[in-house]
């Protein structure tokens, strides 16, 4: 029996790029561990890939200007292709003042998406004899 492979460390660099881009945002607050992440009202606007590449969340409009000016292409995650997120460019994603205006405007479209609807675990009821 072969152990599971683990998954590969994020690259320290990439890490440390994007902790400089979320704190950009004072509103924002990066979570993950593994996956590094930013979310709001249960939406993630943006994660780090375990090889390090940037995923951004955009609306159609910005998307698609994004995806022509940096020739860049939809994020895929696990074999499937995020149809809402950007793979962003490596050498975007090392010009953080370039790039939070990007992070900035998926962070106001997630604040347009209806909060999802939390998981309420209700509590046990004791049968009675």
């Known amino acids: 029996m072969s152990a599971k492979k683990l998954p590969d460390q994020i690259p320290p660099d990439k890490l440390a790029l994007y902790e400089k881009l979320v704190a950009t945002n004072p509103s924002v607050e990066r979570k993950g561990t593994a996956l ?15 090889t390090g590449t940037l995923a951004i969340r ?3 409009n910005e998307r698609e200007v994004f995806l022509k000016k940096y020739k860049t292409a939809l994020m895929e995650a696990h074999g499937t292709i995020m149809k809402e997120y950007v793979a ?14 990007y992070f900035n405007a998926s962070y106001d479209y997630i604040k347009t998406l209806k909060p999802k609807a939390t998981k309420k675990i209700k509590p046990a009821t004791k049968k009675s004899k």
């Open 36 to 50: 590094p992440y930013t979310s709001l009202n249960g939406h993630m606007f943006s994660f780090l890939s375990p």
């Open 88 to 101: 962003v460019p490596e050498n975007l994603f090392e010009k953080t003042e370039n790039l939070k205006a």
């Open 58 to 60: 955009l609306p159609v």
